[in-house]
């Protein structure tokens, strides 16, 4: 079970967000018809599935940080923690990405090299965790005491239950890339490391 307090993550509602881009904005990496459908099919089904587990029960108000922290590792709530993790870990992606390229500035870059190397080495890093997550899940850029390191997670699990604060993330499902690069999971990952990673953000949670 968890020990980190839940308000070291977040307070993420239950809701589906807006995406913080239009749909297009990340083409050709990720197309519209992509982002439309993983936005307003699969994240929202995810949202969706959770109103209808929880509601009438003691977490119907809760936030989707408190969720995933109660029933993390609790097999008869799985079908909720699956749908709460999801739910957080794709709100999470979309301010993961950007239109417009940029690069880590300041403690973030600094970091980056103590702890990677190079920036090359991280991206290669973080190519491998996200080609070689097998099947359905994610890959991480997290923190956990100041050190930044890589990691993938299956399916809907999350880092921070584990004590790993989340920086940046990809999703590796086969319905972030599968319309726009088939099987071609390799060309997806290369296309937003290389161009769409929002830095920004991951300065923002580097600095948390
Ligand atoms: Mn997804």
Redesign the pocket.
């Known amino acids: 079970m968890a020990h980190l307090n839940p308000a070291r993550i977040g307070a993420t509602p239950q809701t589906l967000p807006p995406l913080p881009f239009p749909a297009a904005a990340l083409e050709p990496a990720i197309s519209a018809q992509t982002l439309g459908f993983?936005h307003g099919k699969?994240?929202k089904g995810y949202v969706d599935t959770l109103h209808k587990l929880v509601a009438g029960t003691d977490m119907a108000d809760s936030t989707l940080e408190e969720i995933i922290f109660a029933t993390s590792g609790e097999p008869d709530q799985e079908k909720i923690f699956q749908a709460a993790a999801?739910a957080w870990?794709?709100s999470f992606?979309w301010q993961s990405l950007s239109p417009a390229a940029s690069a880590p500035k300041g403690d973030l870059k600094s970091a980056i090299v103590r702890d990677f190397g190079s920036h090359d080495a991280f991206n290669t890093a973080l190519t491998k965790a996200a080609t070689g997550q097998f099947g359905s899940g994610w890959a991480w850029l997290v923190a956990k005491e100041g050190k930044l390191s890589v990691m993938s997670t299956s399916d809907a699990d999350v880092p921070f239950t584990e004590g790993f604060v989340p920086i940046l993330t990809i999703?590796v499902?086969e319905?972030?890339y599968y319309l726009d690069w088939q099987n071609r999971r390799a060309g997806y990952v290369e296309a937003v490391i290389d161009r769409h990673l929002n830095w920004d953000f991951a300065a923002s949670n580097y600095a948390a």
């Open positions: 993983h699969h994240h999801q870990n794709h992606y999703d499902w319905h972030a």
